[in-house]
């Protein structure tokens, strides 16, 4: 057993696939071994693995600056070069950027700027959030409490309370609680494509009618964009692959593509008005990383790489390519069916596949997707996968259903 107590694994376990390098959507092991990283690690790698770009825009930041707090009065050049760049490309006009070091920060930090915002305006009555049964938002309290994954809430209870959950894909649902509770509610959380949960993108007009629900209700509309932001739906924003401008957007992996670990949320107009308005109000909350400028630097540089070279260009191919070769694999009888937008894909396995025995069948084939649910693998590239390295992974996705 190693003293490396692993995330998201049982404490028990004993056998670990050690990596060693990457160079674009490849991972090797530390056998020597080569395998398809098709899902970007955690859904994060956008720009692919081995960027020196990168690598070398952190070693002279932290060569220079390596860190210093941001709290009160302190800042740095990487993070305002940053929190502007993303202002600027943010889906809402007026956008601040508030900092944190993880997704699951990013949502929590949502929650509590919401919430303050809220007493703030003088409606503390106004604490409910309804969130999406299914819905990922990462695992600390907030974010897990608004979740709607029960079985990451196992053993982990009590959850923040004040939080309505509603099915997916529902506008009468969300419209029921809104006449119940409207005036008590302070935002509703969505992620625009539904990623852990199962890869559900949303039905036609869902967002769009959520908008306009938050907007009759005087709700705030905050979208978990931790997966899909950063170009994953062929738009910057999962908010403009939809045409939706949101209150508040929560942000991370893609922005560094992992590089060093940084989240943020971007804080519309409604919110940071509220914010500003009192010139003595001091906000308690942040982090000791917030605008860590070694994590800025990375995601400075990584902008730099997913616009210099066009990547989101690259989004139709992979999902054309995917989406075909999934397609191909359901009219076979192999799979139960597929549905994805952009460059996210899921195989639905039919009853009594275990998704975690074909997962470990297609590592065994040298390519790493990964099991979400019982019955589902999901497929998220980094955007420089070749059409090869597609084809090698419905090949191994293939290979390892009729070995099922
Ligand atoms: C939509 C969404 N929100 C939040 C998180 C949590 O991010 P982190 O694992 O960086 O805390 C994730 C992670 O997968 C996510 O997919």
Redo the contacts with the bound molecule.
């Keep these: 057993m190693t003293a490396f107590l692993h995330p998201f694994a049982r404490p028990a376990a004993t056998d670990f696939l050690t990596l060693v390098r990457g160079e674009g959507a490849l991972v090797f092991d530390d056998a020597g071994r080569d395998y398809v990283d098709a899902m970007a690690s955690?859904?994060f790698c956008d720009v692919g693995h081995g960027r020196r770009e990168i690598a070398d825009a952190v070693a002279e930041q932290l060569r220079t600056l390596a860190a210093f707090h941001t709290f009160d009065r302190f800042t740095n050049e990487p993070a305002e070069r940053l929190s502007a760049a993303l202002s600027a490309r943010a889906p809402m006009p007026g956008a601040r950027v508030f900092l944190t070091t993880?997704?699951?920060?990013?949502?929590d930090s949502a929650l509590k700027l919401v919430r303050a915002a809220r007493v703030l305006a003088g409606e503390a009555h106004r604490r409910v959030i309804i969130s999406l049964e299914g819905?990922?938002?990462?695992?600390?309290y907030g974010?897990l409490a608004v979740g709607g994954l029960p079985l990451n809430q196992e053993h982990f209870g009590p959850m923040l309370p004040d939080v309505v959950q509603v099915p997916r894909d529902d506008p009468g649902a969300v419209a029921r609680v809104l006449a119940e509770r409207g005036h008590e509610v302070a935002a509703v959380f969505a992620?625009p494509v539904l990623?852990?949960g199962g890869v559900h993108p949303p039905a036609p007009g869902y967002l769009a009618e959520l908008r306009r629900l938050c907007d009759d209700a005087g709700a705030w509309l905050v979208l978990?964009?931790?997966?899909c932001g950063f170009g994953r739906l062929g738009h910057l924003w999962g908010a403009q692959r939809y045409g939706v401008v949101p209150d508040l957007v929560?942000f991370?992996?893609g922005v560094t593509s992992g590089y060093v670990?940084l989240?943020g949320v971007l804080v519309g107009a409604g919110v940071r008005e509220r914010l500003e308005a009192d010139p003595t109000y001091v906000l308690r909350h942040g982090h000791t990383y917030s605008g860590h400028p070694g994590a800025c630097a990375a995601a400075l540089a990584n902008l730099e790489v997913l616009e210099g070279e066009a990547l989101l260009e690259q989004v139709p191919r992979i999902g054309d390519r995917l989406s075909a070769g999934l397609d191909q694999l359901v009219q076979e009888g192999y799979l139960a069916g597929r549905r994805g937008d952009g460059a996210v894909w899921a195989a639905a396995l039919h009853e009594g596949v275990d998704a975690a025995g074909v997962h470990t069948r297609m590592i065994e084939r040298g390519v790493i997707a990964r099991a979400v649910g019982p019955s589902t693998l999901a497929f998220c590239p980094p955007y420089v996968i070749t059409d090869d390295q597609l084809d090698r992974t419905l090949a191994a996705l293939r290979g390892a259903l009729q070995a099922s």
Excluded: N
């Design positions: 955690l859904w993880s997704g699951s920060e990013a949502v819905a990922y938002h990462g695992v600390t974010g992620e990623g852990a978990d964009e931790v997966i929560t991370a992996k670990p989240g």
